[in-house]
C-alpha cells in the first residue's frame, strides 16, 4: 500500500508539474515584482500583470510536457477555453487573498504574493488534471 501512494505521489506527471509549478511560479513573482516593487503598479494591478505571463507560460508547459497531446485544433481550442476560464478562477483568489493580506492581515506585498502562489498552484493543478487536460 505504501509503495503505491508513493508511486502516485512521485509519478512522472505530478514531478512535471511541480517542475513548472515552480517556474510558473518563478515567472508570476518575477512579473510582481518588477511591476509592482520596479514600476511602483499597485499590487493588484501588478498581480494581474503577473498573472497574464504566468499563466500563458503555464499553459505552454502544461500542454507540452505536463497533461495534454491533444493535436485536434477543435479539441485544442476548447482545451484552451477551459484552461484560461480556470485560471481566472486562481486569479479572483489571488486578488481577494492578497487584499486580505495586504490589506486586513498588513503582510507585506511579496511575501503575500509568494504565500497565495502555494493556493493557487494547488488548485490550479486540480483544475487542469479534471476539467482541462483529461485523458
Known amino acids: ?33 518588477i511591476s509592482n516593487y520596479t514600476l511602483n503598479i499597485h499590487y493588484v494591478i501588478s498581480t494581474c ?5 504566468a499563466v500563458l507560460f503555464a499553459y505552454v508547459t502544461n500542454k507540452l510536457f505536463v497533461f495534454s497531446a491533444i493535436k485536434n485544433k477543435q479539441n485544442i481550442f476548447k482545451e484552451m477555453f477551459y484552461f484560461f476560464s480556470l485560471r481566472l478562477v486562481s486569479l479572483l483568489l489571488s486578488i481577494i487573498f ?38
Open 98 to 135: 492578497m487584499v486580505l493580506m495586504v490589506n486586513v492581515f498588513s503582510i507585506n506585498e511579496l511575501l503575500s504574493k509568494i504565500l497565495v502562489n502555494f493556493l493557487v498552484v494547488i488548485s490550479n493543478y486540480f483544475f487542469s488534471k479534471i476539467f482541462i487536460f483529461k485523458s
Open 1 to 33: 500500500m505504501f509503495k503505491s501512494i508513493c508511486k502516485k505521489l512521485f509519478s512522472k506527471e505530478i514531478i512535471l508539474y511541480l517542475v513548472f509549478g515552480v517556474l510558473t511560479t518563478l515567472v508570476d513573482t518575477v512579473v510582481f515584482y
Open 49 to 53: 500583470l503577473a498573472w497574464i505571463f
